[in-house]
C-alpha cells in the first residue's frame, strides 16, 4: 500500500530530522566510556588521592590532641579544609567522566547542537502521551536493559565475594597498605568486568538505536514523491516545460535552415544543414540537424528556400552523431565537405548563367 512506511529516507528528510536535533546515539556507549575513563584516572591519580586523604587524617588526629573544644569558628574551618581534600581528589575524575562524555556523545552525533531541541514541546505535559510512552517499546527496551545490567552486577559481585569473603574480612587485620592494596586489586577486577559486560551490552544497544532510528525515518511512496515534486517540481509539469523548450529550439533551428549553403541526406533517416563564411568562419558550420520526420522537413524547407541538397549516407550520418549543433564540424570531414561546397558553389554559378 502507498500508505505503508516501505522507502529508506532520502537525503533531504536525514537533513531535516538533523536540523531538528533527530539523531540516534546510544546512552550506555557514553556510560561505559565515562566509567572505564574515570576509573583509569582514579588508577592514575590513587597515589596522590591516598596521600591526601592521610595527611587530611593525619591532621585531624593531631587537631583532636591539641583542640579540647571544638570553637564556633572551628567546625566550618575543618569542614572546609575536608571538602578541599575531597574537591581535589574527585575535581579530575568528574572532569574527565565529563569530557569523555561529551567526546562520545559528539562523535556519535558528529557533534551535532540543534537549538530546536531546546524549545520546549508543550505534548510533552500531555499525561496521555506519558502514559504511552510507559507502555512503548523504548521503554520496554530500556526497561529489559536495566534488568540485564542488574543480573550483570550481581553475577559479578557473587563471583568476586565467592571464595574471597573471609579474604576481605581479614583485610581489617592486616597491615593498612597491603590491605589498601588488596581492596584495590579487587576493586579493578569488578570494575574492569563491569566495563566488559555493559561494553557488550552497549555495542548492541548502538545497533538496535540504529536500527530504531532508520524505523522511524521511513518514508511512503507517497512521501518520497511529494518530497521530490517540492524538490524538483512537478515531474508533469517539467516535462511539459522541457517539451516547450525543445519545440522552442527545433523552431529557431528550422529558420535557420534557409541560410544553409548545403542539405547533406542520408536519404530518409538523417539531415544536416552547413553553412560556411570564409570570411568568418574557420570551418564549416551545423546548424540544423535531424532524423527521420524531422530529416524530412529540414530538405522540405530547404528546397523551398532553393537550397542545394545532396546525398552522402556516411557523411550525413557522421556529421549528425559527431557534431553538436552551431558548432564546426570535426576535421575528419573538412575535405568531403570543402569539395560538396566546391561542386555546390559551381552549380550556384551555372543557375546565375
Known sequence: MAGEKTEKATPKKRRDQRKEGNVFQSKDIITVVSLLGSFCCLQLLFPMIYRTLRDCLVR?????????????????????????????????????????????????????????????KF????????????????SLVELLKGIVKIILLGVILYNMLKGELFRLINTMYMDLSLSTIYVLKKIISMVLQVCMYFAAVAALDYFYQWWSYEKKLKMSKDEVKEEYKQMEGNPEIKGKIRDMQRQRA?????????????????????????????????????????????????????????????????????????TPLNAEIPGEYYGVVAEILVQVYKLKNKKLV
Open 60 to 120: 585531624f588526629i593531631a587537631y583532636a590532641g591539641v583542640i579540647t573544644e571544638l570553637g564556633q569558628g572551628d567546625v566550618p574551618k575543618l569542614g572546609f579544609e575536608a571538602g578541599m581534600v575531597v574537591l581535589k581528589g574527585a575535581l579530575p575524575i568528574l572532569l574527565i567522566a565529563c569530557a569523555l562524555a561529551i567526546l562520545s556523545s559528539g562523535i556519535q552525533t558528529r557533534f551535532l547542537f540543534a537549538s530546536k531541541s531546546f524549545k520546549p
Open 123 to 138: 505534548s510533552n505535559l500531555n499525561p496521555l502521551n506519558g502514559i504511552k510512552n510507559m507502555f512503548s517499546m523504548k
Open 250 to 322: 527545433r523552431s529557431r533551428m528550422m529558420q535557420a535552415v534557409p541560410q544553409a549553403d548545403v542539405i547533406i541526406r542520408n536519404p530518409t533517416h538523417y539531415a544536416v544543414a552547413l553553412k560556411y563564411d570564409p570570411n568568418k568562419d574557420n570551418a564549416p558550420h551545423l546548424i540544423a540537424k535531424g532524423q527521420d520526420e524531422l530529416a524530412l522537413r529540414i530538405v522540405k524547407v530547404g528546397e523551398e528556400h532553393d537550397v542545394s541538397v545532396i546525398e552522402n549516407k556516411p557523411l550525413a550520418r557522421g556529421i549528425y552523431a559527431s
